[in-house]
């Protein structure tokens, strides 16, 4: 483990937690106790580290209060594999549908794009500079002699690289942009695999296989295509990263990552829930939970890079449980989240916060946004006081819809304002309660119009 894992103490994950998710506090330090302890099993010499297993987390409460947040941050801090999967989209196995092994090979996908995208981040300098050599060549054909049988003119070399070097800044100073070149290029396309991702009924498990299979057999496939230099220049970048890498230990550091740090994050949990009284669909439910049972508990799975083992990757359920509770799950898969925390509605208060404090906060993202037309907006903090009250009202009088009520509620109040901006020149605007009531204050007072528009 690398010394800025060993520093980041359960205090400092919740803290920077705090900057993007406001409260919650309790799931924060739930979720930072998890990640601290991965640390601490690290750290155990012997067979007593392979011996502790993660304590899984259930998370209960409303949509839209920050449980899908609280862990996709938790996994960019730690630099983990992060998948979300929605527990109402898997079937028993015998049904058509998605099986639960499903969500350890898509895991695996995500710890080795993360993985090849840190190793690309080493090797880019070199990849780059190679890749300019290869696009100097072919703008610039080495002088007679280069690359050919025949002894090269001596008297030519030093003026041919003095034209080399010409052409070299003039691309560096994007001169030859509106150049085309012809290059090889690695040629993915499947005309068998798009008639049959298309079919209905086909099981998305089996295409992948063999989506899988016959990409060995076509691996080698290139075609030519002409592309401006700047478009270019990129993807002769990407080869040379390709070359530059070595897949083997990627995939092997892919593996172990998977393993180690994944975190997969299972939401409607509480749409498998069921009730002991009830059959039919339920009968079904519990065919899934007793599917993601041995995932959960441990268990090694079969994929392109290998088989990958569960037993200490970190699974985090979350479901509103309106109608049923985590004691309708199987008592097996209550026992492997052992960790329960509830999340709190939202107040106006909370609205408040999030629309100020967050380092993406909402107001930052429309203001960046409109700056891009010359458009300077400043929220007076009156006016960001009647959005919260009118969000948490919404809220409270049709569906509680958590802080997405946010994301509604600001796109129709700035609706004319973005779609005008492009046309009304350099401008500062100030949002004052003034603006917020007169493009807001007739929808919140008609319930019916409220809502189907807010």
Do not use: C
């Not at 500079?129 to 072919?138: I, N």
């Amino acid at each position: 483990m690398s010394n800025d894992e060993a520093a980041l103490t359960p205090a400092k994950i919740v803290a920077e937690l705090d900057r993007y998710v406001i409260g919650q506090h309790d799931a924060k330090r739930a979720v930072a106790v998890a990640m601290r302890n991965r640390w601490r099993r690290q750290q155990v010499v012997g067979d007593m580290r392979e011996e502790i297993a993660p304590k899984n987390i259930i998370m209960m409460g409303p949509t839209g209060v920050g449980k899908t947040e609280i862990a996709r941050r938790l996994a960019r801090l730690a630099r983990a594999p992060f998948l979300k999967v929605e527990a109402s989209k898997f079937t028993e196995v015998g049904y058509v549908g998605r099986d639960v092994d499903s969500i350890v090979r898509d895991l695996m996908e995500v710890s080795i794009k993360l993985v090849r995208d840190e190793e690309a981040g080493k090797v880019r300098g070199r990849a780059k500079e190679a890749a300019e050599e290869r696009l100097l060549d072919l703008l610039l054909p080495r002088a007679a002699g280069r690359g050919f049988t025949e002894r090269p003119n001596e008297a030519a070399l030093p003026a041919a690289d003095s034209t080399r070097e010409k052409f070299r800044t003039m691309l560096r100073e994007g001169k030859l942009d509106d150049r085309e070149l012809e290059i090889e290029l690695a040629d993915d396309s499947n005309p068998l695999m798009s008639v049959l991702g298309g079919q209905p009924g086909i099981d998305e498990n089996a295409l992948s296989g063999l989506k899988d299979m016959l990409g060995q057999f076509g691996r080698s496939k290139t075609k030519r295509q002409k592309l401006k230099v700047p478009v270019a220049w990129r993807a002769l970048t990407e080869q040379e990263v390709d070359k530059l890498i070595d897949h083997e230990a990627a995939t092997r550091e892919a593996v172990h990552r998977a393993e180690n740090a994944g975190i997969v994050f299972i939401d409607e949990i509480d749409k498998i829930a069921t009730k002991s009284d009830r059959g039919g669909a339920d009968v079904s439910r519990e065919g899934v939970q007793r599917d993601l049972l041995p995932i959960v508990e441990g268990s090694t799975v079969t994929t392109k890079y290998g088989p990958v083992k569960t037993d200490h990757v970190l699974f985090i359920a979350a479901g509103a449980f309106h109608t049923t509770k985590p004691s309708d799950l199987i008592p097996e898969l209550q026992g492997r989240f052992p960790i329960r925390v509830e999340l709190t509605p939202l107040t106006a208060p909370d609205f408040v916060r999030i629309l100020t404090e967050p380092t993406n906060a909402l107001t930052r993202q429309y203001a960046a946004l409109l700056a891009t037309d010359n458009i300077t907006i400043e929220w007076q903090a009156e006016a960001i006081d009647e959005l919260a009250k009118i969000a948490a009202d919404v809220n409270q009088r049709t569906h509680d819809i958590g802080a997405r009520r946010l994301h509604t509620v600001l796109e129709r109040l700035l609706d004319d304002l973005l779609y005008n901006a492009p046309d009304i020149g350099t401008q500062t605007i100030p949002i004052t309660p003034a603006y917020v009531k007169e493009r807001l204050g007739q929808l919140v007072a008609d319930e019916d119009l409220a809502r189907y528009i807010l």
